[in-house]
């Protein structure tokens, strides 16, 4: 990756300039006060507990306690983030078997419009489908420079981990209390409102390949002011990971495993004949030839390929071919050079000022700035057809002895190794705030009120990027019958859109010009800028009491602006890019006014079998500027029949409105064939279409989220023993989604009227009947048409113990949880049945989802030391669930085994209060090879985001309190 040495290497320094003059302010701030922690905020430190009048309840505004709340709650605490030392909070929520990595950066190989992105997947339903908070208030969003294709989420890149004081998972609809995209559940980031002292945290880590490293410094630093009325804090996160090469630096890569699509199997005499459909293989290459193939099928030269001399040999084709790869044969894999995980270097500051005025008013501003640039290696020129011309200079001899006299052209195909591979780099930056007030009116009645801004700036910048056009005119070469020299045809007819070409010879290895290759190349920049500005006000109190004692009632209102401008250079702004970086410029905006209400009202208390007995209801009114008014709602109830256990229920209707994006994205146009049955007549004809682009008119999302369960607190000779089992059901309807030309064309046909309105028409020339038409275009875009069922189980078990033998403060711990699939339908609006995912392993279908994930740690050590062991598992499973269902999709082996990952983590403590602390942890312990699980369409051969494929890894590290 030498391309950003230079640039990166100024990056880190600019970065340690600003963390180290960060880091001094804040000490030399704090050190008057700062020299001692107390025992109290040390063990506060380690249960991630906030301070009582800061217990903030997730799941409901108005229960005093997480018992009260119908719908479940999981919870990560700080000491969790510190034990497996980890950059950012993603890495260990991607751990929760509720969660799907889906960008990420073990997923992010493919991912080249936001390789750095980290996003909360709820449920494996899609990232804008997971709310993200902060504090209980939302943050602006990630919006990639993409038309469409990319969804609209929270980048966990924002927060930096020293900040976080815990974070709750509420895995059950919320739309009621928190507004739009809570259909999966919600993510409330909790940051740390009060701190004493300074702590500053460095560590470095490498693969045991010598890849992957990491290096990471970080700091917070608080203190209180004005007699304790005030309080102050602040922390900044500088971290960089270099990545993983292509899939030759590891040996279950150079295994070369992919699924090749078996176009012989029907072919007899073939060498795929009479085999399934798909084949899964190892050793798959790609079948382009990397000095060019001739696959005309001209007698003597079909199937010939070029040495680097110019001479021709048969290539050596594999034993089944299948599109652009094949099984055997010479070459490599078609992602030779591609990175299977990017660069990712990040930079994030955040902090806080909470003022009490008086008893009952306090103020507060809290809010940060983040960066982070992800760098990616993509693929190298893929050519599978190239239209060469007879009178091309650079045709070989030999070759143009055997052309025929009455061949004027041929073709070829190349994967162009040699001319090199595109890059990207693609910086995120977010400056967010929020300024507020919260006060007590007298009673059991509290209030606040905030307003909030933040501006999400988006650039993507791909360098060594073919240009579609450049590429055309420098293939076409021929002599100058002036000066001899070759040249290219368009210049030599006076096109001016050629101006500068220079001749690219494909035919062999490294034959062409330095001039020709940096011609063909072009650099394209791509941009978002997308602001969020929104305020609401929060009222909360007990009105009226029951014979169970007082009735909880949370109402408030809220309104929110999103506006969204996208702007791309000239070349991508029109698709001409090859490969990637392209965007059409558009714009949109929204905005929604909200009102809600939630009430806890106790029925029963301190009775047999009724020690508490509550009913949760919440609503909530959104007027929309795009989809008018929409309701969402939840009712629920906890139930506690005796001590420590407690039984809970909730229904709730949630809502999802469309994007910016899936509302006014412009789309790609293309111009295609596409065969349609009008008016009961079977028709062809080649129309424009745009099926990509947003819809104004698309309406929102609707879920319906049951969720019953039961958690039960340890107490007596059970002390420290916790367990929770919740079933959830999660029905989405109306999904917002895009449907393919032959999708629409095939519904149409198949007589449905609403998909043949989509298309235009115009007279039939060749008839007198004016019924009889002809289709003429096609433009639509995002579609309320796909529908998505869950059904599962969450299980959370945790035990605490003292342990004598272990010495002071000897304990042990464990905490497990678990999610089982039963059911994971996914109707994608093709008009075809249902399809369950559940055990499906493989990633290319949305909502495929293990059928089991687990997560099992277990903790010892006493104030001295600590050691964790960390298991994860997942299930086997199916690489599609679809494969062998029918004669067109069977494959040779469908099977994923399970897999096992240990981690080991472990602390020493030095000093009193433990004011010095080393740290380790050793990621993929055994050093477990991901199976293979290939993308067909992307060709990468493992699934990364459930899958490590980095291998054993290594991190150290300190952590100094002040």
């Known amino acids: 990756m030498t391309r950003s040495i230079d640039r990166r290497a100024a990056s880190w320094f600019h970065r340690m300039l600003a963390t180290t003059a960060l880091t001094a302010t804040a000490v030399a701030a704090h050190t008057a006060v700062a020299q001692e922690a107390s025992s109290a905020q040390e063990d506060e430190a380690e249960t991630a507990a906030p301070a009582a009048d800061e217990v903030i309840i997730t799941a409901s505004r108005t229960a005093t306690n997480g018992l009260q709340a119908p719908t479940p709650t999981q919870v990560v605490g700080v000491e969790v983030l510190e034990r497996q030392a980890v950059t950012t909070v993603m890495e260990v929520l991607n751990q929760n078997p509720a969660f799907k990595a889906t960008r990420s950066p073990g997923a992010n190989a493919t991912n080249t419009s936001s390789p750095a992105q980290a996003t909360a997947d709820l449920r494996a339903l899609g990232g804008q489908r997971t709310l993200v908070l902060v504090n209980q208030s939302r943050v602006v969003p990630f919006a990639p420079a993409s038309n469409l294709g990319v969804p609209t989420t929270t980048d966990l890149n924002l927060f930096p981990t020293n900040m976080i004081e815990r974070v709750d998972v509420v895995t059950g609809g919320a739309s009621a209390l928190y507004g739009s995209d809570a259909v999966s559940g919600v993510v409330n980031i909790i940051m740390k409102k009060k701190y004493e002292g300074v702590e500053v945290t460095g560590q470095a880590g490498i693969s045991q390949r010598g890849d992957y490293a990491t290096q990471r410094l970080g700091f917070i630093a608080g203190t209180s002011f004005a007699d304790g009325r005030g309080d102050v804090v602040i922390s900044a996160d500088y971290s960089n990971n270099n990545g993983m090469e292509d899939i030759y630096s590891r040996d279950w890569g150079r295994e070369e495993w992919m699924i090749v699509s078996n176009s012989q199997r029907t072919t007899p005499g073939t060498p795929g004949f009479g085999q399934p459909a798909f084949i899964l293989s190892p050793n798959v290459h790609a079948s382009l030839g990397s000095g060019g193939v001739i696959t005309s099928n001209i007698p003597g030269l079909n199937n010939m390929t070029f040495n680097p001399d110019g001479s021709i040999r048969p290539f050596d084709k594999g034993d089944i071919f299948g599109g652009q790869v094949m099984i055997g044969g010479e070459g490599q894999s078609i992602i030779k050079g591609v990175a299977q995980m990017p660069d990712v270097e990040r930079f994030t500051t955040y902090g806080s000022i909470y003022f009490e005025f008086s008893d009952s008013l306090t103020g507060y501003i809290e809010g940060g700035y983040s960066r982070s640039v992800g760098f990616l290696d993509g693929i190298a020129i893929r050519l599978p057809t190239i ?114 070409c220079q001749p690219l010879n494909l035919f062999g290895e490294n034959n062409f010009t330095e001039a020709a290759r940096q011609y063909i190349w072009g650099s394209g920049l791509s941009e978002v800028k997308y602001d969020q500005l929104a305020f609401g006000a929060n009222m909360v109190g007990e009105p009226f009491s029951t014979w169970a004692g007082p009735v909880s009632v949370a109402f408030g209102g809220e309104y929110r602006r999103e506006t969204q401008e996208l702007t791309a250079d000239e070349i991508g702004a029109n698709n001409g890019f090859l490969t990637a970086g392209n965007a059409v410029p558009y714009s949109g905006a929204f905005n929604v006014k909200e009102a809600y209400i939630e009430a806890t009202v106790p029925l029963a208390r301190d009775m047999p079998f009724l020690q508490g007995l509550n009913l949760n209801g919440a609503f909530r009114y959104a007027d929309y500027s795009t989809v008018g008014g929409q309701t969402a709602w939840k009712l629920g109830g906890t139930w506690e029949p005796v001590d420590g256990l407690n039984i809970r229920v909730a229904r709730s209707r949630d809502i999802r409105a469309p994007a910016i994006n899936e509302l006014f994205s412009p789309g790609s146009n293309v111009t295609n064939t596409v065969t349609l049955v009008v008016d009961g007549v079977t028709k062809s004809a080649s129309i424009p279409q745009n099926t990509s682009r947003g819809n104004p008119d698309v309406g929102p999302e609707f879920a319906d989220t049951l969720t019953i369960g039961a958690a039960y607190r340890g107490t007596g000779a059970l002390r420290g023993f916790g367990l929770s089992v919740d079933y959830y059901n999660i029905k989405i309807s109306d999904a917002i989604t895009n449907l393919s030309t032959v999708n629409i064309a095939n519904l149409c046909s198949n007589g449905d009227d609403y998909f043949c309105g989509l298309f235009s028409y115009g007279p039939d020339t060749n008839t007198a009947d004016p019924n009889d038409r002809i289709h003429t275009g096609l433009i639509t875009g995002s579609l309320n048409v796909g529908a998505f069922e869950q059904k599962g189980i969450d299980v959370t078990l945790s035990y605490a113990s003292n342990v004598g033998f272990l010495g002071e403060g000897g304990r042990y711990s464990m905490s497990a949880s678990g999610t089982y699939i039963f059911n994971a339908f996914v109707d994608s609006g093709t008009g075809a049945a249902p399809v369950d995912r559940a055990g499906e392993n493989g990633w290319s279908n949305l909502g495929a989802i293990p059928r089991f994930r687990g997560n099992l740690s277990q903790t010892i050590g006493n104030r001295a030391w600590e050691l964790t062991l960390q298991t994860i598992f997942i299930s086997s499973g199916v690489q599609d669930v679809t494969y062998n269902t029918l004669p067109t999709n069977t494959i040779n082996d469908n099977d994923v085994p399970a897999v096992a990952y240990f981690n080991l983590f472990g602390k020493v403590f030095v000093g009193d209060n433990k004011k010095f602390e080393m740290f380790w942890a050793i990621n993929n312990l055994l050093d477990k090879d991901p199976p293979p699980i290939p993308y067909t369409i992307l060709n990468f051969p493992t699934n990364g985001q459930y899958y490590d494929k980095v291998g054993r890894n290594f991190t150290i590290g300190a952590r100094v309190r002040f």
């Not at 073709?411 to 705030?433: C, K, L, M």
């Not at 059991?444 to 056009?469: E, I, L, M, Q």
Request: proline share 6%; net charge neutral; hydrophobic share 40%.
């Open 387 to 500: 239209t060469i011309q007879r009178d091309n200079p650079y045709i070989p001899a030999s070759v143009a002895a055997l052309l025929p006299a009455t061949t004027q052209s041929f073709n070829i195909s190349r994967i162009a190794y040699d001319i090199g591979q595109n890059f990207y780099e693609v910086t995120n930056e977010t400056p967010h705030a929020v300024v507020g007030f919260e006060g007590r009116l007298g009673g059991s009645w509290k209030w606040d009120a905030h307003a909030s801004y933040g501006v999400n700036n988006y650039a993507s910048r791909t360098f060594s990027n073919p240009v579609r056009a450049n590429l055309n005119f420098a293939i076409d070469a021929v002599r100058d019958p002036v000066s001899g020299d070759i040249v290219c045809r368009a210049v030599l007819q006076g096109n001016p859109a050629a101006a500068g």
